[in-house]
């Protein structure tokens, strides 16, 4: 067991809630594994915290963090830099200390990307359907130009935010090929999707007996689509249960929460991750 001292350097992640977060147990590992004097914790922080607690990581030292719901575009305004990536998704997930203040990255996209890539697809034909509009739908609609969708929609139920997110792409290569939809349309664009991707909160724990999609307006996935849920307990998600049954291909958000980890780790310690250890430290609670 790692022994935690007066020397120990602090990580962590924050989030309203952050008691699910699996990310202590995937770090930890790593850490351990790396032989470094390094500890991860979770870090619950409300919304209305968000400021003050920011300002305490400095005061106290720590080394870097992760951020989850509902933080990942409030902490922006609280960063001294933000990489071009960031910029462009409008959100950051993973943030470290430099001589300036804090900087902040999104490591979300790669880590999203990353379990598409072992399928054969033709991305440049592909429809993707985006469910949610927050911090992590920006990453998944930037993911999605990166592989090639000529064509994402994104839906979701506030008209109000649905358009201000259509809208924050106005002056980038995504304009062309993003359209927003009301959540009232979302059977006739399933019918057409080839990737259909959750990312809203809908199925997480506790309530895992929630999906985002109506079981009715599910059974017109295409089958062979690919299901991707960013929620990754319970695992598998209503959602993924759903669309399997209608022959999609689920992925869950497991991996996609290891690469992004380990994308996030390097840039902390300044060495490469060990991801399969990540991965396995995950699994083992999947499996027991």
Not at 195 to 212: A, F, R
């Amino acid at each position: 067991m790692q022994q935690i001292t007066g020397t120990t350097k602090l990580l962590g992640v924050i989030g309203h809630p952050v008691e699910h977060s699996l990310s202590p147990i995937m770090h930890n590992r790593a850490i351990a594994q790396l032989g470094v004097d390094y500890v991860y914790l979770p870090l619950p922080v409300k919304p209305e915290d968000l400021d003050v607690a920011v300002a305490g990581f400095a005061a106290m030292g720590l080394q870097g963090f992760n951020i989850t719901i509902p933080h990942k575009q409030a902490i922006i305004p609280l960063l001294s830099e933000v990489s071009d990536i960031a910029q462009l998704v409008g959100a950051v997930n993973t943030v470290w200390r430099t001589d300036k203040g804090w900087s902040g990255t999104n490591t979300d996209v790669l880590g999203f990307i990353a379990p598409l890539n072992q399928y054969k697809r033709d991305w440049h034909q592909t429809k993707a359907v985006v469910l949610g509009y927050g911090g992590a739908a920006r990453a998944v609609v930037v993911g999605c130009m990166q592989l090639g969708c000529p064509e994402i929609w994104v839906v979701g139920r506030n008209p109000y935010k649905l358009s201000q997110f259509q809208q924050s792409w106005a002056d980038t290569p995504l304009s062309k090929i993003l359209q927003a939809y009301p959540w009232e349309e979302m059977p006739q664009l399933l019918q057409q999707a080839d990737l259909l991707v959750n990312t809203t909160p809908v199925g997480m724990s506790p309530h895992i007996d929630q999906s985002p999609v109506d079981e009715e307006i599910i059974q017109g996935l295409p089958k062979g689509a690919i299901a991707y849920d960013l929620i990754y307990t319970p695992n598998p998600t209503k959602f993924l249960q759903q669309a399997k049954q209608q022959g999609a291909i689920p992925i869950d958000g497991l991996e996609m929460l290891v690469q992004q980890g380990a994308a996030a780790l390097q840039i902390w310690l300044g060495q490469t991750a060990p991801v399969e250890i990540m991965r396995e430290s995950l699994q083992q609670i999947f499996s027991s």
